[in-house]
């Protein structure tokens, strides 16, 4: 018998009792086949949360201004209010140290009928001034108690839609954290830089398409961010935003939006002009029209903004396109 020397079937045992425990419980990890598909899934689904949260964020906005405006209206009518109380308590003050001079029984104990006269014509014109203010503190009292309603509820409003914003936030950078985990086991995470000169356009485009262009070419490499409105970074409607503003057109902050703002200005995705924008099906997504079957667009978390042409987006996922 030799020593050292196990036979086989216990030297199968022996090796399977020394695995280490971890490796044989671990989750198998996902083809990048089917890491791909997952992305592909996860951006799809971002593309609407992302503008769910930006639609959430402009009514908040909204809501915000409205607030702050009637907030200050508040303001200026309580010192309105304030200033007529003051005047109140001055002409009553007045009408005490006055005495005699200002009622009734002091005007009818005078002896001399013309100074009864001009004490009578003197009330008449204070009980006129005192009735004036007393109307325009009235109104400015109701005036103010309405305006303290009106922003009282603008307040509510907008914490309620505040209350959306951190909702829908909290979702998108859940979903950003699983695509940025994709991406780098994929190895094709982009940073990008902020600081990005971006490249010079050189196409044929005129008038506010190639001013919408130019703009948009600048920011060729800075980073997809979600919300992002520059300068950078940028979520693809804000950067059709922004590059529009840049040719004078103001366009709503969300996809959602300029499609709709579009609704008189559709055109066919087979008369296609620079500047033109582009939208997907489901309209998570927006671009811009370069020429030559290509657009520039922000296009999803780690990735950059860049030139692609719509064979390789996908034409036929493609739902319509908007001339501003």
């Known amino acids: 018998m030799r020593r050292g020397r196990l036979p086989m079937a216990a030297g199968l045992v022996l090796a ?14 996902p083809t990048l086949a ?9 951006n799809n689904q971002a593309d609407k949360v992302v503008d769910r949260y930006n639609l959430a964020n402009e009514r908040y906005k909204k809501a915000k201004k409205k607030y702050d405006q009637l ?13 007529l109380r003051r005047d109140l308590v001055g002409m009553a003050r ?8 200002v009622t009734w029984q002091g005007l009818i104990g005078r002896e001399d009928p013309e100074e009864a006269l001009g004490g ?11 009735s004036r203010s007393l109307d325009a503190f009235d109104e400015a009292t109701r005036t103010l108690r309405g305006q303290r309603d009106a922003a009282k509820t603008a307040y509510g409003e907008a914490d309620e839609v505040l209350g959306d914003v951190r909702k829908q936030k909290s979702t998108v950078e859940r979903l950003v954290k699983e695509q940025t985990k994709l991406l780098r086991r994929l190895g094709t995470y982009q940073t990008g830089n902020p600081n990005s000169a971006g490249q010079k356009y050189t196409g044929a485009a005129s008038g506010n398409g190639r001013s919408v262009l130019q703009f948009a070419y600048a920011q060729i490499g800075k980073p997809y961010v979600f919300g992002g409105t520059g300068p950078g970074g940028w979520d693809c409607s804000g950067l059709t935003q922004a590059a529009w503003r840049a040719a004078g057109v103001s366009l709503p902050r969300t996809t959602w939006e300029q499609w709709s703002w ?4 559709r055109v066919s995705l087979d008369d296609l002009q620079p500047g033109d924008l582009i939208f997907s099906n489901g309209l998570g997504h927006v671009g811009i029209y370069a020429g030559g079957g290509n657009m520039v667009h922000a296009p999803q978390t780690g990735d950059v903004v860049k030139v692609t042409s719509l064979d390789a987006y996908g034409r036929g996922s493609l739902v319509g396109a908007v001339r501003p």
């Open 16 to 29: 399977v009792l020394l695995l280490p425990i971890d490796g044989a419980a671990a989750d198998p990890q």
């Open 71 to 83: 907030n200050g209206s508040l303001k200026r009518q309580e010192s309105t209010v304030e200033g």
């Open 262 to 265: 579009g609704a008189q200005r």
């Open 34 to 42: 089917q890491a791909r598909a997952k992305l592909t899934k996860l």
């Open 94 to 101: 007045t009408a005490y140290q006055g005495g005699d001079m």
């Open 120 to 130: 009578l014509a003197a009330l008449s014109q204070l009980s006129a001034e005192r």
